[in-house]
């Protein structure tokens, strides 16, 4: 039975997942694996997408949608709550649930560079790739910044930070 996936998005000519994918499950010998990229033109489209490919057993996000499918599906992880956005949504039993991996792995891309001793600032530059991933949602990105330092001095030191 082929188990199908892929990555919705606007424009996804930019995009190497599905070629990624494809070599990666031909290498593992996964053959009835196949990843396939979904172009929907706007948020019209996401409702009509998710009811006609209810067959799929998930797929990625990408801009920019992050946001704008939320209220389409049935359930997300916590990570999902806290940053108001998903990358990932996965068919669980018939029903879409929303994940975001974009918080934890800035998170670990962070724990490897920061000192022991990091406390509660930091500095971030740039606006451009976060701006056009949120689709201009702000809070998304303040929310995924946030809750990946709070969650950072959580693990560092076993604090409980609430916003």
Partial sequence: MQQTFGLIGKS???????????????????????YFNFAIEDESGLEAFLSEHN??????VT????????????????????IGAVNAVKNVDGKWKG????????LDSLSDFLPQ?????????GQGVLREQYNGRWR????LFW???????????????SF
């Fill in 12 to 34: 996804l000519s930019h995009s190497f997942s599905q070629k990624y994918f494809n070599d990666f499950f031909e290498k593992e010998g996964l053959h009835d694996h196949k």
């Fill in 55 to 60: 067959h799929l057993k998930g797929f990625n």
């Fill in 63 to 82: 801009i920019p949608y992050k946001t704008a499918i939320l209220p389409f599906l049935a359930s997300l992880t916590t990570e999902a709550q806290e």
């Fill in 99 to 106: 994940h975001n991996t974009d918080g934890p792995a800035f």
């Fill in 117 to 125: 001793d990091f406390m509660d600032s930091a500095l971030v530059l």
């Fill in 140 to 143: 998304s990105v303040v929310s």
């Fill in 147 to 161: 809750w990946s330092i709070a969650h950072l001095l959580t693990l560092r030191y076993n604090w409980i930070l």
